[in-house]
């Protein structure tokens, strides 16, 4: 019985949709918010997939410590090591311009 019950575990955690590209590029730009209430960072980093190529675009905010900004520029965010090969989970995402594009995601590996 036990199991059984680990590998359900683990095969839940095996669902949904899982992206393995290799890190092509990676930046980052500032953006002031609309209600006038600060700023947020969106890094896109682009991954090259087989074919084509994905963008994930992951959304911080300056307070949590993961980015620092001089004014308006970001000086340093949460890169990808390029030309590696990553896996992510993909929670949502969309297509634009025939392109993937990943809103929210989870890195695996």
């Known amino acids: 019985m036990a199991e059984n019950a680990k590998s359900t575990a683990q095969g839940e955690k095996l669902n949904g949709l899982f992206i393995r590209g290799v890190v092509m590029s990676s930046t980052a730009k500032a953006h002031k918010r609309k209600d006038g209430s600060g700023v947020f960072v969106i890094a896109r980093h682009e991954l090259a997939l087989q074919p084509g190529l994905a ?33 992510l989970k993909v929670i949502r995402w969309e297509e634009r311009d025939k392109r993937l594009v990943v809103k929210d995601a989870e890195l695996v590996a």
């Open 55 to 87: 963008v994930w675009e992951a959304f911080h905010d300056p307070k949590d410590g993961k980015v620092k900004l001089d004014g308006e520029n970001v000086v340093t965010f949460p890169k990808l090591p390029e030309f590696q090969q990553v896996t």
